[in-house]
């Protein structure tokens, strides 16, 4: 490893042809030099670049690194805060005042409960799925309706709302879209969610958005955190549906594991979630001078940790850019860490031990319909890694 720091000049724009689940080269090699490096952000603002496992799971549990939006140092120009009620960008005592009424309504319990209404849900998809088949796309006739449908009956969004609501997150989650666009898509959500939080507040129903009116928070506190459910519910374990379903069939021995022993899946969920990662990056900025990695981080300095680089880092996991389903790929950062680590984790999990189980026990000889390489992939500009869509066909 060299001792010299290395620069990151850009973030990456693209992964390298025929690589669609490794994390871009250039961050894979700045993880080669070192877990820090030097990085310029797109506003010319100097920062820094974490690619190494250990020092992202340092930064995320230190309270002298922020998340919250308004102090990022990227552009030159002064961001605005997070909206009320959206507490990714939050830090303490705010951050705890949205995501405290929430955490008991996302308990691994309550989310294993929700497990037979998961099998419904992927069993109602796959019959249709059938039905229409022998071919399909399977984000939309698979990898999408799952969380969607889940994640709506948890905050009671109708069920005739569904589609338009998925469709607005994903233009403005895709990063495919223009600024008038995304603008667009993520005003009509907010409108849509303010009517729907004055809905709930008038004629309560069984659902976690009623319960929380039943509280000191305000409407527009409630349309934020609804925001962040939905977004974070729908897209990124539909991501998840896709791509991983996306990498067992192109690792067709460690797919032959899991259908020969069909209790694997809770460790092949982990290690697809550690492979891929689909959260790629966040960042945080530095509330004094702190010393990472050997390197003084200055005040107000804003650093980019690269989640998925360090779910590659092999001081931390042997042989880090292979699937490999019976490796122990606990620990890993695809949900975050510390006190903003995701709240949806054990729901997510849920849904992708049931919804790849249920899958390939369907159709045994599922295969993609056309090359690997025509699979069109979310740009890297998109918040959450994925797939646009994934022809699929299987033997009658």
């Given at each position: 490893?060299?001792?010299?720091?290395?620069?990151?000049?850009?973030?990456?724009?693209?992964?390298?042809?025929?690589?669609?689940?490794?994390?871009?080269?250039?961050?894979?090699?700045?993880?080669?030099?070192?877990?820090?490096?030097?990085?310029?952000?797109?506003?010319?603002?100097?920062?820094?670049?974490i690619?190494?496992?250990?020092?992202?799971?340092?930064?995320?549990?230190?309270?002298?690194?922020?998340?919250?939006?308004?102090?990022?140092n990227?552009?030159?120009?002064?961001?605005?805060?997070?909206?009320?009620?959206?507490?990714?960008?939050?830090?303490?005592?705010?951050?705890?005042?949205?995501?405290?009424?929430?955490?008991?309504?996302?308990?691994?319990?309550?989310?294993?409960?929700?497990t037979?209404?998961?099998?419904?849900?992927?069993?109602?998809?796959l019959?249709?799925?059938?039905?229409?088949?022998?071919?399909?796309?399977?984000?939309?006739?698979?990898?999408?309706?799952?969380?969607?449908?889940?994640?709506?009956?948890?905050?009671?969004?109708?069920?005739?709302?569904?589609?338009?609501?998925?469709?607005?997150?994903?233009?403005?989650?895709?990063?495919?879209?223009?600024?008038?666009e995304l603008?667009a898509?993520?005003?009509?959500?907010q409108?849509?969610?303010?009517?729907?939080?004055a809905?709930?507040?008038?004629?309560?129903?069984?659902?976690?958005?009623?319960?929380?009116?039943?509280?000191?928070?305000t409407?527009?506190?409630?349309?934020?955190?609804?925001l962040?459910?939905?977004?974070a519910?729908?897209?990124?374990?539909a991501?998840?549906?896709?791509?991983?379903?996306?990498?067992?069939?192109q690792?067709?021995?460690?797919?032959?594991?899991l259908?020969?022993?069909?209790?694997?899946?809770?460790?092949?969920?982990?290690?697809?979630?550690r492979?891929?990662?689909?959260?790629?990056s966040?960042?945080?900025?530095?509330?004094?001078?702190?010393e990472?990695?050997?390197?003084?981080?200055?005040?107000?300095?804003?650093?980019?940790?690269?989640?998925?680089?360090?779910?590659?880092d092999?001081e931390?996991?042997?042989?880090?850019?292979?699937?490999?389903?019976?490796?122990?790929?606990?620990?890993?950062?695809?949900?975050?860490?510390?006190?903003?680590?995701?709240?949806g984790?054990?729901?997510?999990?849920?849904?992708?031990?049931v919804?790849?189980?249920?899958?390939?026990?369907?159709f045994?000889?599922?295969?993609l319909?056309?090359?690997?390489?025509?699979?069109?992939?979310?740009?890297?500009?998109?918040?959450i890694?994925?797939v646009?869509?994934?022809?699929?066909?299987?033997?009658?």
């Amino acid at each position: 490893m060299s001792e010299s720091l290395h620069t990151v000049t850009t973030l990456p724009a693209e992964r390298r042809p025929g690589c669609p689940f490794d994390p871009p080269a250039e961050l894979i090699e700045a993880r080669e030099h070192g877990p820090i490096s030097r990085y310029t952000h797109p506003g010319g603002k100097p920062g820094w670049m974490i690619t190494g496992y250990d020092l992202v799971r340092s930064v995320l549990a230190d309270s002298r690194f922020s998340a919250r939006k308004d102090l990022l140092n990227v552009v030159d120009f002064e961001l605005p805060p997070a909206p009320p009620g959206e507490f990714l960008l939050m830090d303490e005592p705010q951050h705890s005042r949205y995501r405290k009424p929430l955490v008991g309504k996302f308990t691994a319990r309550r989310m294993r409960l929700l497990t037979e209404r998961v099998e419904q849900i992927t069993a109602d998809c796959l019959d249709a799925m059938e039905q229409a088949g022998p071919t399909a796309d399977l984000v939309t006739a698979f990898a999408k309706p799952i969380p969607t449908i889940i994640i709506c009956e948890l905050l009671g969004v109708p069920y005739e709302d569904r589609d338009s609501f998925q469709e607005q997150i994903d233009t403005f989650m895709g990063g495919a879209t223009s600024d008038e666009e995304l603008i667009a898509a993520y005003t009509a959500t907010q409108e849509y969610l303010a009517r729907l939080v004055a809905a709930k507040r008038a004629k309560p129903t069984d659902d976690v958005l009623s319960e929380l009116t039943d509280s000191d928070l305000t409407d527009e506190e409630l349309k934020g955190i609804s925001l962040i459910l939905l977004a974070a519910g729908f897209d990124t374990t539909a991501n998840m549906l896709s791509l991983g379903t996306f990498a067992l069939l192109q690792n067709p021995e460690q797919l032959a594991a899991l259908r020969a022993d069909p209790t694997l899946v809770d460790q092949a969920v982990e290690e697809l979630l550690r492979y891929l990662t689909v959260a790629k990056s966040f960042m945080r900025t530095a509330l004094e001078d702190v010393e990472v990695g050997g390197q003084v981080i200055e005040a107000g300095t804003t650093v980019v940790l690269s989640y998925n680089t360090a779910d590659r880092d092999p001081e931390r996991y042997p042989d880090p850019h292979a699937l490999d389903l019976g490796r122990e790929a606990g620990g890993h950062l695809a949900f975050g860490h510390g006190i903003h680590l995701c709240l949806g984790a054990q729901l997510a999990r849920v849904e992708m031990r049931v919804a790849f189980a249920a899958l390939f026990s369907r159709f045994p000889t599922l295969r993609l319909a056309v090359p690997a390489e025509e699979v069109a992939l979310r740009p890297e500009a998109a918040d959450i890694y994925g797939v646009k869509s994934l022809p699929v066909t299987w033997d009658v």
